[in-house]
């Protein structure tokens, strides 16, 4: 029911949305759950476990009960918070946790055999037998279990992520938080204000407060736009700080697009990573509800929540309100609402010493004791000093008392403190460094108080800052003392509710005591209290009160569960922002990367870069068959294939050889100028970290190469080296990997193709030789090195005429049988050759392992060496690669296991396992590169390869890893 | 998490690559006996309190570092550049 | 004789959203310039002539078109000029096609860098004339404050496009932010 003249929302704006299918209207300003209210509508959700109809609960992201389904076109958002979304035009919604409706739900049974669903049910019924765990329980189990369901298919939505920085963070924009942006801002310090609500004001809105004896909402209006007007504010609005991380960091999401409906580019949330000099948390306080029999059912609210909706939304959902509480704050409420012409039936104040005087009927040392209405609130009964009552009722408002927002300082381990004249927790100051709590969320109830700290907060922030503060005046504002008598639950003989969410009744707790789980810690994983979305914010310590009473202990001794972030549920999608799909990771392309597609290509992933597979050509029916051809332009004539994805490491300086000596098993700064060697590098544990040439351009001057995948590992690795070692030494480097494009040119007719391709023919060029050449008259680098056992060349140019080089090179290959080649067959070509790559030096191979032993320099040290030489890195007992070659035509796979003939197929009896497979058209069958225990040992053996996961059990024959031309006669032609 | 640059000031955790303890920087030699080797490869202290790391400014400028931090406060009290101690 | 065309990263791209310019930089030649242990005096002077020395410490400075940038530990990258002969002072490499130079400028510059940039973009953090290594989202970045809503990105060629899309992608949310 709209109470007219009441409320911030914007009247002449009607907006309509759907609830469970049907249309409602409310207006712009409006959440769903007000506008639902305002329609009369008071059963929203149904509860976690006995199906209870619910009704809403509170006004804010706390909500237990009112949880929904926002249903988009590629999105469908659980658990919404009905308090929390704003309606828009469009937006689809729908109730949760029931079927086949809203108002009938089947699974309600629950409900009627709920004597047997106490905590504890799932532990004590669903354990025998063993057997029905998986098979029967599970699915049971989880079909029944959880509130929303997701579409199942992709959140195709649009998710944001930023930083930002302050000097001042400010959680909260009620009165202390306004006044400490205000006062920090004015000295000129860097304000970032974080509000959770659409509108600054916090509970001077909701309480309908007064500031210099005006309606607050001037005063807040005139501070907004002071901030506003200020270039060192940053106002954020809908965004929830979520938690606090060391250093100062804090994370927030900001619903940005969830309240206006999907629109191109426009987010429908941001994950903003703030750092802050300093912090000031103003987040304010929670109200409690009192654990009294029957209190779960629609129509019986919080207090502020009522005043809330009065007083923002101008809805009171009811027409016969009562309240019921320990304090007095609810008495403002009823004063309001009677204010506002809503008949108040009661005040139900637990109190004897309280006072009775109201425009209302007053019961002093009042209780409710049982509720009626199963779908909508009917009627209370109770006690007073005076007898029993009974009151027909639809809306019943209850206040136990407020509990300070502290939530963010437990973030970083710290707990709160109990402070008794509150019957709350409070936080401790210096619980998370160089923050201050102020206000409410301090324990400060009055807004005064609130103001005051507010200030007092900022100020110290700025002292801290070094910055002089501003003097800004507070305003009058009202300062009346909290008073309460704590009241956590009313005895009867219905059940009570402490987490509405999460269907736990007061009952379970003393249960749980009653079975040994009586640390707090204990009771909340036994009972799953405080385990719903809510967390517990509205039952924790109305729970653990409960069980201070039931085991006698006090609730300082009883303690409290830990907070820990998020604070409200947060979409992992916020979180993961642009890191779908190719957001993953960058994406590398080679300067030939269009000339591969336009010959249509597929791409693979070579750790962020994009290399062709392979180049298909018409009449060609697999991947295989372009495989085998490209092969055979390498073996039988030319081919071309971009190798700009090797690092490529410059090393220069007068040291750099020396350097070399140190980084590589193998000697380099005995190398010739002009001449490229082969090195192996291993990490400090002795093994091998990565294998490549590195070619002597000059007398100070080298140049690495570095395995695709290891290059940014070798690069660090050359930094630690370099600046714990030798920092003095005359030796600087660069990757110079995107500077160069390069391509080997492979085959018997490599050199005839460069020969009439570069502006000099080549002169004496053997093997392992480079020089300087020019092509079109561009500067180039040329290399004689292989990684395909036949006559091979790498030419590199600058990186701007890499596309360029790359398509005149594969058009003269063509002319001469030859052609591009990609991945698969460059793999095959390097396996026939018993190359390796990092399927073989995985990190757990040493340079024995891989027949390279003889490479570690006996005449100096390098890093790693010492290492090497321990026991059990050397002997036979290691897994040595070897070469396999299947007895037969059969395929075997990369990552089977090998056993010797007869043995049993266990863990204990694998010998080894197969690193690298490829079908090789010159053998015509897989060859295969591999780890044998004393591999080396075994040539001409015949070992078992299995691989359960593929169905394959192969014999092969043991021998060398290299298995085409041996002496390297074609290498050196 | 916040780890000072020596060289570009205090950056966002993600910039920073860790390795471990400052163990790390006394590299045995060739010469070495290969027990000492356990040691300075695996076998390290874990205190409460006050630790020193190598840290390496990956995606910043290729500094490395030895960080020295709390680990009960997590507070990061300094750092300093390892290269340093050898141009000094 | 073969005919080899040059090609930048992205053509010359340029993109504007909201007033604000998003566009690829034809920067030259450029050289990475690592001054040996004491040498860094010299190679500064040996400099002088272009207008600048070397760079200290997360600064940058401009001559014409010419610029030299602090691009890292112990190296400053030389742009838009040829390389003076350092030899025996300093090693120099070619790093211009290595990398792909994109200007933003604008209203939306700072914040859009915000989306990926972990680093503090506040003028008091980092004002004009100061150069910064940090990532942008995962790739290795030179970044420069050229005005007070104006930088120049440095980014391995390779990662060019999924840097220019990442930077479109955030323009145009800050723009739908704002309409």
Partial sequence: MRIAGKGLIDRTKPVSFKFDGKAYQGFKGDTVASALLANGVKLVGRSFKYHRPRGVLTAGSEEPNAMIEVIGASNQTPNVRATVQEIFEGLNTRSQNRWPSLRFDVMAVNDMVSPFLSAGFYYKTFMWPRAFWEAIYEPIIRRAAGLGSLSGKHDEGHYEKAFAFCDVLVIGAGPSGLMAALEAARAGADVILCEEDRLLGGRLLADDAHLDGKPAGEWVAAVEAELKALPNVRIMPRTTVTGAYDGGQFSAVERVGLHKGPRPDLPRECFWRITAARTVLAAGALERSIAFPMNDRPGIMLASAVQTYLNKFGVVPGKRVTLFANNDGARAVARQLMAAGVTVAAILDSRTDASAVEDCPVYLGAQVTDTKGRLGLRAITGTHVGGEFALETDLLAVSGGWNPTLHITCHLNGRPRWEASLAAFVPLADAVPNLQAAGACNGVFDTLGCLREGQAAARAALRGLNIAAADAALPTAEGLPYVIAPLWQVA?????????????????????????????????????????????????????????????????????????????????????????????????????????????????????????????????????????????????????????????????????????????????????????????MLRADGYVLDDGTSARLGQDHYLMTTTTAAAGLVMRHLDFVHQSECADWDVRFISVTESWAQFAVAGPMARALLNGYLDQPLGD??????????????????????????????IAV????????????????????????????????????????????????????????????????????????????????????????????????????????????????????????????MFDRDLALGFLVNGRAWHGETVRVVDRLRGIDVLAEVCDPVFHDKDGEKLRA | MRIPCPLCGTRDRREFYYYGSEDYLKRPSDQGMVEDLDNHLFLRDNPAGVMRDVWYHEAGCGAWMVVTRNTISHEVLGSELVAKQKEA | MPELIAKTALAGKKLVVSGTVLAEVDHGMVSSIAPYPGQEDVVGNALKPLGFGFPAVNSFAMNGVAMIAWAGREQAFLVGADCPDLSGLAAVTDQSGGWVSLSLQGPLAVQALARYVPMDLRLVAFPVGMAARTPLYHMSMVLLRVAEDGFRLMLFRSMARTAWHEIEVALKTLAARAA
């Fill in chain 1, 765 to 794: 060029f053997p093997f392992m030789a480079t020089g300087a050449v020019t092509v079109g008259g561009v500067q180039a680098r040329l290399f004689r090195i292989s990684f395909s056992g036949e006559e091979g060349y790498e």
């Fill in chain 1, 798 to 921: 600058p990186t701007r005429y890499g596309e360029a080089l790359f398509r005149d090179l594969v058009a003269r290959a063509e002319t001469m049988g030859g052609g591009p080649y990609g991945m698969e067959a460059l793999n095959v070509l390097r396996i026939e050759k018993g190359l390796i790559t990092h399927a073989e030096i995985d990190g757990r191979a040493t340079a024995f392992d891989i027949g390279a032993a003889k490479m570690l320099s006996a005449k100096k040290d390098c890093i790693g060496k010492l290492a090497a030489s321990r026991p059990g890195l050397i002997g036979p007992e290691r897994a040595q690669m070897v070469g396999l070659k299947p007895l037969s035509a059969e395929k075997i796979t990369s990552g089977a296991h090998l056993f010797i003939p007869g043995a049993d197929l266990n863990r204990v009896n694998s010998q080894g396992h197969i690193s690298s497979v490829g079908y090789s058209p």
């Fill in chain 1, 492 to 680: 009867g003989k219905g059940r009570a509710w402490l987490d509405f969410a999460n269907d736990v009744t007061t009952k379970d707790v003393k249960l749980a005591a009653q079975e040994g789980y009586a640390s707090v810690e204990h009771m909340k994983r036994y009972t799953t209290q405080g385990m719903a979305p809510d967390q517990g914010k509205n039952s924790n310590v109305g729970a653990l009160a409960v069980l201070a009473d039931t085991t006698g202990r006090g609730i300082p001794e009883t303690g409290t569960t830990t907070f820990r972030p998020p604070f409200i549920p947060t979409s992992i999608a916020a979180m993961g922002a642009g890191g779908r799909g190719n957001g993953f990771a960058p994406q590398r392309f080679l300067t030939s990367d269009q000339a591969s597609r336009d010959r249509a290509a597929p791409m693979i992933e070579a750790g962020l870069w994009y290399r062709p597979s392979y180049f298909p050509k018409p009449g060609e029916t697999s991947w295989l068959d372009s495989c085998n051809r490209e092969i055979g332009y390498v073996r039988g004539a030319v081919g071309v294939c971009d190798v700009s994805t090797l690092g490529k490491i410059d090393i220069q300086g007068k040291d750099a050889g020396r350097f070399l000596d140190l980084v590589y098993t193998n000697t380099f700064s005995t190398l010739s100028v002009g001449r490229v060697r082969y090195g192996l």
